[in-house]
């Protein structure tokens, strides 16, 4: 293993940020750690990084224990969202800052400067300061800085966070192939799950300082483990009718416009270019709105009457009282079993 992290916990008081994480990093593996803001995946990254110390818990990269060594003795990079590069300084030395803190020979930092600036695209712009960058040279320049230093592991806090959108797009791919060619291991901090969906191997889930669900992109997004994980993977999320026993879930993307399904009535449509979201509302589940996605421009007037179903493979079942993801026991309404539940949820 590149990184472990076992149990892994700081509190502030009666405040706990990061509760008994647990996992682990393989090496050249790219790993998300997601969730919403205030989470503590940003702590996390910083125990890791001996930026923060833990309250408890223990930290190993390549089978050492680092927790309490100092962040220069722990053979990590760090790319920052706020690019962290010194204004009065060129490109070039903004690069080898580190190497040269580390006493890497001259000739060693050449080289490894030739072969990052070809790497991220750089080589036109070594003699230039920050300010005469736009937003992606800058985080190219960090990336570049975090490349070089060939470190065993590298750190990224939300780097795409203060680009606009469409650099942002292009730097996911850029990272990503640079991490692939490099073969570089990767724990990525970030909010966003656009990011984390389309860059990582796998995703560390935290909500409320707890680590909820770790799986491929495929395993969040197709076998949510909670309904906390249905509404935050997905866009847009999964939704969640409340039944008698629990939740039942249903992707907007399963959801079909079909002569034979429940019956419903639009409340909103919302145009996006390729594909329209509508919402409606769902009478045999006492009025609870529904959401599904329609190819192309379909903007219907409000209360328009549609007929839906979904198929039973594309349900998700959820514990009412834990949210946790139970075994799938019940059947669409349209089925003889969860019609006379629904219709009881429907007249009480």
């Known amino acids: 293993m590149s990184l472990q992290v ?15 994480i647990d996992f682990a990093v393989d090496k050249g593996e790219f790993v998300a750690l997601l ?19 833990p309250t408890n818990g223990q930290i190993l990269l390549d089978g050492q224990d680092i927790t309490r060594l ?46 990052v600036a070809d790497l991220v695209d750089l080589g036109n712009h070594l003699e230039k300061k920050p300010s005469q960058l736009s937003g992606g040279q800058c985080q190219r320049v960090a990336l570049a800085r975090a ?12 780097p795409l966070s203060n680009l606009d959108a469409k650099l942002r797009h292009e730097m996911r791919a850029e990272i990503r192939s640079l991490q692939q060619r490099l073969g570089m291991t990767v724990l990525y901090v970030t909010h966003d799950q656009v990011e984390a969906m389309s860059m990582a191997d796998r995703i560390l889930l935290i909500h409320e300082g ?15 483990a909670s309904t906390f994980v249905a509404r935050f993977i997905g866009n847009p999320p999964m939704n969640l009718l409340r039944t008698e026993n629990g939740f039942l ?20 449509c919302d145009y996006h270019g390729a594909d329209t979201i509508i919402d409606a509302t769902l009478p045999a589940y006492g009025m609870q709105v529904i ?23 594309h349900e998700h079942h959820f514990c009412a009282r834990s949210g946790a993801r139970l075994q799938a026991t019940v059947s669409p309404v349209f089925h003889t079993t969860l019609t006379k539940e629904t219709n009881h949820v429907a007249n009480r």
């Open 6 to 20: 076992r149990n892994l916990s700081k509190h502030w008081q009666q405040t706990k940020a990061v509760d008994q």
């Open 70 to 115: 100092p962040p220069g003795k722990r053979r990590l990079s760090m790319v920052f969202q706020s690019y962290a590069l010194f204004p009065h300084l060129s490109v070039r030395e903004n690069i080898l800052f580190g190497l040269k803190a580390r006493r890497v020979p001259p000739e060693e930092q050449r080289r490894r400067l030739e072969h």
């Open 35 to 53: 969730g919403p803001s205030g989470c503590g995946k940003s702590t996390t990254l910083k125990m890791i990084a001996g930026l923060e110390s």
């Open 147 to 158: 490349i070089v230093a060939q470190a065993s592991l590298c750190l990224m806090d939300e």
């Open 249 to 268: 879930g249903v992707r907007p993307e399963h959801v079909r416009c079909a002569p034979d399904g429940m019956q419903a009535n639009v409340v909103r």
């Open 210 to 224: 707890k680590l909820v669900q770790s799986g491929s992109p495929e395993q969040l997004y197709g076998t949510p």
């Open 291 to 313: 959401r599904l996605r329609v190819a192309g421009h379909q903007i219907l007037p409000a209360h328009h009457a549609l007929t839906l179903r979904w198929q039973p493979e």
